[in-house]
C-alpha cells in the first residue's frame, strides 16, 4: 500500500476560498478532487500482513500525534507569506508556510516512527520537513507566466489558514484519497485569531 500525510484546512475560511478559486484557474490536479494540503511526510510504501495491523499501524500513527498535539490549538494557525514556482517536468506554483517548531517536532516524529517501521520513501527523504502549498500545476511551461503574475497579486500579503486535520492519504489506481483523520484540531473563530496574530 503506497500513503502520505497531509494536514488539510478549514474549508470555510475565506482564505482557502480564494486559494480554491486560484488553483481551480490554475491547477490541473484541481479538477481530480484533490484535497487542498501540505504534505507532511511524501509519498511511502508499507506492506500489510492482515487488516488487523493495518488497523494498528493506523492507530499508532493517530496516538503519536495527539501525544504531540492535544492541546495545542494555536499551532493550528498555519500563516503563508510569500510565493516560489519551480519548473521540472511540470510546473509549480507553491505558497510558502511558517511551520511552528511543534508541527515540525511531531513530524520528525512521525518520519522515525515510519523509518523504525520499515516503510519505504518514494523518494530520497531526508528528515527535514520543508513543505509548499502547491497551488498551480502545468503541463506546458509557457502557461506558467500568467499564473505567475496572478499569484503575485492575489498573494500579496500574507494571511492565516486553520488546519483541520492531519489525514493519511492513499494511492487508488486513479488518485490519492483520503483515508482516514489522524488527528483533528478544534476550529475557532478566524477572524478572532487573525485579529489577534496582527494586533
Request: charged share 25%; hydrophobic share 40%.
Amino acid at each position: 500500500m503506497e500513503y502520505f500525510i497531509g494536514l488539510t484546512f478549514d474549508p470555510g475560511s475565506i482564505h482557502h476560498q480564494k486559494v480554491e478559486s486560484f488553483r481551480s484557474r490554475f491547477d490541473t490536479k484541481f479538477g481530480k478532487n484533490e484535497n487542498l494540503q501540505l504534505t507532511i511526510l511524501p509519498p511511502f510504501s508499507v506492506d500489510f500482513r492482515s487488516n488487523q495491523e493495518a488497523e494498528d499501524f493506523e492507530e499508532e500513527l493517530q496516538e503519536l500525534l495527539e501525544g504531540h498535539l492535544y492541546g495545542l490549538t494555536e499551532i493550528s494557525q498555519i500563516e503563508f507569506n510569500g510565493i516560489t514556482f519551480s519548473v521540472g517536468k511540470k510546473g509549480v506554483i507553491s505558497l510558502t508556510p511558517i511551520i511552528s517548531p511543534d508541527i515540525i517536532h511531531c513530524h520528525e516524529s512521525l518520519y522515525f516512527f515510519l523509518k523504525e517501521y520499515g516503510v519505504k520513501f518514494k523518494n530520497n527523504s531526508s528528515s527535514a520537513l520543508k513543505p509548499l502549498l502547491p497551488i498551480g500545476r502545468f503541463d506546458l511551461i509557457d502557461h506558467m507566466g500568467p499564473a505567475i503574475e496572478t499569484a503575485k497579486m492575489e498573494f500579496s500579503s500574507p494571511f492565516v489558514m486553520d488546519a483541520m486535520s492531519f489525514v493519511l492519504f492513499e494511492k487508488t489506481p486513479k488518485e490519492w484519497k483520503a483515508k482516514n483523520n489522524l488527528f483533528d484540531f478544534e476550529l475557532r473563530d478566524h477572524f478572532f485569531f487573525v485579529n489577534e496574530m496582527y494586533a
